[in-house]
Structure formats: structure tokens, C-alpha cells
């Protein structure tokens, strides 16, 4: 009879678990007490149990439990899970070292839940406390080191814990190496899958595809399409990545158009691939065409956003930001992240800091992005209070900060800040090494750069790219040309980073020849910065001709509108070597209005050429766009001295101390 009460009652609460009526669960809780079941029938109590953790409601859950005068293992687990599930993981924990007895479940409820919110430490603590690990569990972990961007330590795990494992372990492993390009590692897990007959499914082979791509084995990648057949769209998506990733787009678009019916995955790699080969127009085109056969996500948003970046064209990023509103993807992370950046790439920091003041939920990825930010526009405090607010610091996090004390002239924030990670022994890479060389170069301390470098020898970043680009900046600022040229020789010059810090280099210590002949040898496309870099070379060293005909390259034959400080360094150039009205004639071609300092510039070409008609003129223009500038006034009362007009001299030092204007106090190193 017992059993056919149980029975009834159960599928009564099974009816009740598919119906969202919470007055009919009240109604079933009551009737049960009334006729004593919850009491005396575990299973009946259980059920009841389940449905309140399911919905939610874990007050009236916990009542129950506490109620019940008899307990079992499912009894607890119920309960974890649901506070787990609800996100009260302090509330599940403390019911766990209650619980009387502990079956693998109730492990893999913690471990798991605190894996998934990626409280490592906490689930590794739990999984090594565990008396009998299982599968399940040791997945659930490894999977959380690889979300959350602890690959290294995902296979040092899979190493240490001697279990079978099934497919989900050796997909999560292989995602690992996938992130470290451990292509050795990678392929002995293959052997493994091989060896111990493991059934492939579609996740196992988008793993292997995508590890071999991304380890740039494209031959063993497109090995493991054909032995698919007929490749899911997973492991497309991850071939064209890979040869995307290889700079190879003409064959991954070949791939792209092969396949029919294409999901999001296969759009969003190929449009990736387009924006990381720099094919920004590409990208957005195809994103055109994707609109007619699959519906974006939020990855396809964060790299046409990024298109918009590479091509420094804020209107259309815009577009892209009501459109992220548009589909429900304007609170996305990833979105936000990548907006953020886009806003600030295009020198619009004060969209990016409105558009921050709206975001509804952070994470560490969004708050880096948000201190990059405030760097570009010299909010260094802002920055700093932001670090404070991450939690979980990753390392690019403490490089954001390193690097954006550099680029704001605070090279002893950048040496402190890069002290207390090797406090913490955090791994130093190529970002931290080069901004901190380039702060003992700003400080022109040649032998603590040259400390910094021997680290990165020891991690084996003396050869990188950026960090030798940092230390031809240090040789050059410290004023040894001859050892910056000799790493300039012996790094491989994959971009035009080295070229710029070699060129600047001979520009900064006066040997514009050299520069211009550099310039001359550039194997790789020159950017702004390189213009910028050999203009200077020809103002410091008075190479007129050569500043013109570079000025006209950069526009007709390279493509690019010189901005504010290129027309300045032209300016004061041509000024400096007595072109003056050709230097005015540049000033009105400008599309936007010359400030101070490049009438200043002027005015230095008028006083030194005895042009005194012209250096009134632009004396006068620069006292009525700075008034306080004492330099205009000290040069507008030289000219009228000089050309024997002493009252008007006398008037315009009266002027000065009406205006409360002091001179600027000469200084010396002596």
C-alpha cells in the first residue's frame, strides 16, 4: 500500500515540476503535510525539495529541508545544487561540510559549481580533498583552467590525475594545447585518441582541426577534414581560422565558399581571418552578405567593430553600436569590450567613457579595455583606481597598467608597477618587458635597461620583435646610435616597428642622412609614425628638399592625410630654413586651425630671418590664442626694438605686467 502512495504522490509532483503555477506546488506542499507524507516518505519530500531548488526558491526550500525528520544523500545534493545553481556557492559550501556523508556527487557539485565561476583555487583545494576522483569531476576542472585562461595548468592536471579518460577530457586537454600552441603535446594526446580507440565526435574533431591549425600544421588540419568526410561546421570554422591565422586568406575563403547553408562559426572566421590580415573592407562586405543567410552573434559584432578600428572610421562603428542595441547584444561583454576600443582607436575617448558609465556587468577583459581607455587620454588616476577595482588581475591587466604609465611619461609607475609582479612572480612577457625598457630609456638610465633586457634574455624574449624595437629606443636615447643599429640588424623586421624606432632614432641624435636612407631600405609598408620619425630627421638636420618630396609621398603616394604633427614638423621646418611664406601657404592649406605652437614655430622662422612685418602678424595671432604665452610677447617686443620702434616696445612690456604675464625663467644643466 505504501508503495502505491509513493507512487501516486510522486507523479502527482512530477506534474507539479512541469507547470510553472506555483499556487498548485503550495496547494500539493500542503495537502502532503497534511496527510503526514512529507513526514514519513523520503522520496515524496524529495521531490518537493527539487522543485523549489528548480524555480529558485531556496528560502522555502531550506524550510523543507530543515523540516524533514529524515535525510538522505539526495536530500543534501538537492539542496547544493540549488544553492549553487542560485549563485549563494558560500551558502552551498558550508551545507557541504555539514552534510554527515559525502557520495561523488555532492564532490562534483563543488567542484564544478566553483569551477564554473572560476574560484580555481577553491575547486582545486576540493578536487584534491577528494577521496575518490572520477571523471566527471576532473573534467568539470580542466575544462574551467581552459575557460578561464589557465591552459598550462589545465595539463599539468590532466598529468598529475592518473584516470581514464573519455572523449569530453581529451577534447578539453587538446583545446588546451590549442591556446598554448603546444603542437608536441598536442600531438601525443592524438596518439592517444588513436591508441586507445576512442570514438570521435564532432567536438574531438574541431578540437585536433583547430589545434593543428592553430599550431600552423595546416596539412595534418586539412588531413583531419577529409577524414571527417563531410566537416561539421565546428571544424570548418576552425580550418579557416588556421589558415586565416597563417596570413593564407585567398585559401580559407576557397574553403568558405565550398560549403553551403554556412552557420555563424563559418562567417564569423572568415570575417575574423579578413580583419586580422588587415582586409578590413573585406570583412565588412562579407558581413553584408552574411545578413542574407545567418543571423550574427556577438562575435561577428566584436570583429566587424574591429574592422571599423583598423579603418579609424567612427561613423560606422556607431552604426554597429545601435545595431548591437538593435539585437539584444548591447550589454554583451565582448561587444562592449571591443566598442570601447573602437571609440578610443578613432580618438573619440569620451564616447568609450559613456558608453562604460552604461555597461550593466564588467569582467576583467571589459576593465582592461576601460584602462587602456583612460590611458589614451592622460586619465592616469582613473586608470590606477580601475586596476584597484579587478579582483582577478590577469597579466594583461598588470601590462595594461605598465604600458600606459609609459606612453604618459610615468616611468616610475612603470618600474614600480613591474616590481610588484616579479613581487608576485607573474610571468613577464614581451608587453611588460618592452614598456619598461622604454621607461629607462624615457629616464635615459642605459644600465637598468639593459638589466630589464637581461630578463628577457633569461625568459628567452631577447629575440622578439617588440622587445628589441624597445631596446634600439634605449641605445638611441642614451645616445649609442652604433649598438642601436647593431640590434636593428640582428632583429628579424617582420613590420615597421623596428624601422620606426631605428629611423626615430637617427632623427633624435641628428643624422638625418642615415635616416633617410633607412627610410630608403624599408622592406616592409612605412606607416604615420614612419613619415613622422624621417620629417623629423630632415627638421633636425635642415634637409629641406628632402622634407618636401617625403611630405608629398606620404600623401600622393602612400595614401595618407598628414595630421597635426606631421604639418607641424613640416611648418617648422620650412620656417626654420627661411620659407616663410611657403610654411604660411601650408598653414591655410590645413583642414583644421594651427595652434599655438605652430605659430610659435613660425614666429621663431620670422625673428630669425628679420621677417619683422610677418613675426607681428603671428605674434599678435599667438598672443590672441594664449594670452598667458610670455614667449609671444618677450619675441612682438624684440621685433618693434629692433626695427627702432621703442615706444611700441615699451607698450607691449606694459602690457605683460597688466596682464600679470612673467617671462619664463632661463634654466641650465651646469
Not at 254 to 268: A, G, I, S
Not at 450 to 475: H, N
Amino acid at each position: 500500500m505504501e508503495r502505491d502512495y509513493r507512487r501516486h504522490y510522486v507523479a502527482l509532483l512530477q506534474k507539479c515540476s512541469n507547470s510553472n503555477r506555483e499556487t498548485l506546488w503550495r496547494q500539493t506542499h500542503g495537502f502532503l503535510l497534511k496527510k503526514g507524507f512529507l513526514s514519513s516518505l523520503v522520496i515524496v519530500a524529495n521531490h518537493l525539495l527539487q522543485i523549489y531548488t528548480r524555480c529558485g526558491r531556496m528560502n522555502t526550500a531550506r524550510n523543507l529541508f530543515d523540516e524533514m525528520p529524515e535525510r538522505n544523500c539526495f536530500s543534501w545534493n538537492t539542496m547544493l545544487e540549488g544553492y549553487m545553481n542560485s549563485g549563494d556557492k558560500g551558502s552551498s559550501l558550508n551545507l557541504f561540510y555539514t552534510m554527515p556523508e559525502r557520495d561523488t556527487y555532492s564532490w562534483n557539485v563543488v567542484v564544478t559549481g566553483f569551477a564554473k565561476a572560476g574560484e580555481l583555487s577553491v575547486a582545486r583545494r576540493l578536487f584534491d580533498a577528494m577521496p575518490e576522483k572520477d571523471v566527471v569531476t576532473s573534467n568539470s576542472l580542466l575544462h574551467g583552467y581552459v575557460q578561464n585562461g589557465y591552459a598550462e595548468e589545465s595539463l599539468r592536471l590532466f598529468k598529475e590525475v592518473e584516470l581514464s579518460a573519455d572523449v569530453k577530457t581529451l577534447t578539453t586537454v587538446l583545446k588546451a594545447c590549442a591556446k598554448l600552441e603546444a603542437l608536441n603535446c598536442g600531438k601525443e594526446i592524438h596518439a592517444r585518441v588513436l591508441i586507445g580507440g576512442v570514438e570521435y565526435d564532432s567536438k574531438l574533431n574541431s578540437a585536433l582541426v583547430n589545434l593543428y591549425a592553430k599550431c600552423g600544421d595546416l596539412r595534418m588540419a586539412s588531413s583531419m577534414v577529409d577524414h571527417i568526410g563531410e566537416p561539421d561546421d565546428h571544424s570548418l570554422s576552425a580550418l579557416i581560422s588556421g589558415y586565416g591565422d597563417c596570413g593564407r586568406v585567398d585559401e580559407a575563403r576557397t574553403l568558405f565558399d565550398r560549403k553551403r547553408n554556412r552557420c555563424v562559426f563559418v562567417w564569423n572566421s572568415m570575417i575574423s581571418g579578413y580583419v586580422a590580415n588587415n582586409m578590413e573592407m573585406q570583412a565588412l562586405v562579407l558581413f553584408n552578405e552574411m545578413r542574407n543567410e545567418a543571423q550574427e552573434d556577438s562575435r561577428t559584432l566584436a570583429a566587424v567593430v574591429n574592422a571599423c578600428s583598423g579603418l579609424g572610421i567612427i561613423e560606422t562603428g556607431r552604426q554597429f553600436h545601435c545595431h548591437a542595441y538593435k539585437f539584444g547584444l548591447g550589454d554583451d561583454i565582448v561587444v562592449a569590450s571591443t566598442l570601447l576600443d573602437m571609440y578610443s582607436t578613432c580618438g573619440s575617448p569620451d564616447e568609450a567613457c559613456k558608453l562604460f558609465s552604461e555597461v550593466k556587468t564588467y569582467d576583467t577583459i571589459l576593465l582592461n579595455s576601460m584602462i587602456k581607455v583612460f590611458f589614451s587620454c592622460g586619465r592616469v588616476e582613473d586608470a590606477k583606481r580601475l586596476f584597484e577595482r579587478i579582483e582577478r588581475k590577469s597579466l594583461i591587466s598588470w601590462n595594461s597598467m605598465t604600458v600606459g604609465f609609459s606612453q604618459n611619461g610615468c616611468p616610475g609607475d612603470t618600474l614600480e608597477y613591474f616590481r610588484q609582479m616579479h613581487k608576485l612572480d607573474l610571468p613577464t612577457d614581451k608587453f611588460s618587458l618592452s614598456s619598461v625598457i622604454s621607461a629607462c630609456a624615457s629616464i635615459s638610465s642605459l644600465e637598468l635597461g639593459e638589466q630589464v633586457f637581461a630578463r628577457a634574455t633569461i625568459v628567452g624574449l631577447d629575440s622578439d620583435q617588440i622587445v628589441s624595437s624597445s631596446l634600439i629606443d634605449l641605445y638611441c636615447k642614451c645616445g649609442s646610435v652604433e649598438h642601436g643599429r647593431r640590434v636593428f640588424d640582428a632583429t628579424v623586421k617582420s613590420d615597421e616597428v623596428p624601422w620606426n624606432s631605428m629611423i626615430s632614432g637617427y632623427a633624435t641624435n641628428g643624422y638625418g642622412s642615415e635616416a633617410i636612407e633607412l627610410f630608403k631600405q624599408m622592406s616592409v609598408r612605412p606607416t604615420r609614425i614612419t613619415f613622422m620619425g624621417v620629417l623629423t630627421a630632415c627638421n633636425y638636420c635642415g634637409l629641406v628638399e628632402e622634407g618636401r618630396k617625403l611630405f608629398e609621398a606620404m600623401k600622393l603616394d602612400n595614401g595618407f592625410v598628414p595630421d597635426r604633427e606631421h604639418y607641424a614638423c613640416m611648418v617648422d621646418l620650412l620656417a626654420r630654413a627661411g620659407y616663410l611664406e611657403e610654411a604660411m601657404d601650408l598653414v591655410e592649406e590645413m583642414t583644421f586651425n594651427a595652434d599655438a605652437s605652430m605659430w610659435s614655430s613660425v614666429l621663431r622662422g620670422c625673428v630669425a630671418n628679420g621677417d619683422k612685418a610677418m613675426g607681428k602678424k603671428v605674434a599678435e595671432k599667438i598672443i590672441e590664442l594664449e594670452p598667458e604665452n610670455s614667449v609671444a610677447y618677450v619675441q612682438l617686443s624684440a621685433i618693434f626694438a629692433t626695427s627702432g620702434d621703442w615706444e611700441k616696445s615699451a607698450l607691449v612690456r606694459k602690457l605683460m605686467r597688466e596682464k600679470h604675464v612673467n617671462k619664463s625663467p632661463g634654466s641650465s644643466w651646469a
